[in-house]
């Protein structure tokens, strides 16, 4: 495709339940990130898919996050048990071995 | 925690002038990026420097790496109000792994 691409764009839901952020990386891209953001501050890395490598799950906060990456491609982030702290940006990048990155325009995920 | 931390956290200039911003990290990088957010959304690449370089210009954009340091500058020319911005640095680790960021650089240009 032209772009990363993410959905969706906005997702809003009460606390408890579980949702679901997919990623569409750029075709041939090796390397997937996933990273949220909130308001005003930095990107915290959460994890990172490189080619048929096991991911780096180091920056997942608990176990109620897991992703994973189907075909090498498609990736979905998904939480478990929302709570209102994981109200954020989750934003998705994919690279092409170590170049730059490109992102996505990200998941604003409201948790009530 | 963070590998990359930007200096000034914000920075407000007139249009003309231009704008520096500092990047330290902690561990040894095979490269170093700068990134450029607008409105809060996807983040969009500026340049990339490798370890072995200590320079880089890419239009009003130059970009500086001391490894002795551990730190990087990005030096925008010529500011306009469309580079009102965040910036960020991003670094990898020596092993070429996951890019982590700072906290980036609020950078206001006032017309």
């Known amino acids: 495709g032209a772009g990363v691409s993410q959905s969706p764009s906005n997702k809003v839901t009460e606390k408890g339940k579980d949702v679901e952020l997919r990623c569409d990386p750029i075709?041939?891209?090796?390397?997937l990130y996933w990273y949220r953001q909130s308001l005003g501050q930095g990107l915290e890395f959460l994890i990172y898919?490189?080619?048929?490598?096991?991911?780096?799950k180091s920056g997942l906060p608990s176990d109620r996050f897991s992703a994973e990456r189907t075909g090498g491609s498609v990736s979905t982030l998904t939480i478990q048990r929302t709570q209102q702290e994981d109200s954020a940006v989750y934003l998705c990048?994919?690279?092409?071995?170590?170049?730059?990155?490109?992102f996505g325009p990200g998941t604003r995920l409201t948790v009530l | 925690s963070q590998q990359g931390e930007e200096d000034p956290q914000a920075l407000s200039i007139q249009e003309g002038e231009n704008a520096t911003m500092n990047c330290s990290y902690k561990?040894?990088?095979?490269?170093l990026q700068w990134y450029r957010q607008n409105s809060g959304r996807g983040l969009v690449h500026l340049i990339l420097?490798?370890?072995?370089?200590r320079e880089k210009h890419s239009g009003r954009l130059r970009v500086t790496l001391d490894t002795s340091k551990k730190s990087s500058s990005l030096l925008i020319t010529a500011s306009r109000a469309a580079d009102t911005a965040s910036y960020f640095c991003?670094?990898?680790?020596?092993?070429?792994?996951?890019?982590?960021f700072g906290g980036g650089t609020r950078v206001l240009v006032k017309p």
């Open positions: 991003a670094t990898d680790g020596a092993a070429g792994n996951k890019l982590t």
């Open positions: 990048a994919s690279s092409l071995n170590r170049g730059p990155m490109f």
């Open positions: 898919f490189q080619g048929n490598s096991a991911p780096d």
């Open positions: 561990t040894s990088i095979n490269n």
């Open positions: 075709s041939g891209h090796t390397a």
């Open positions: 420097i490798r370890s072995n370089e």
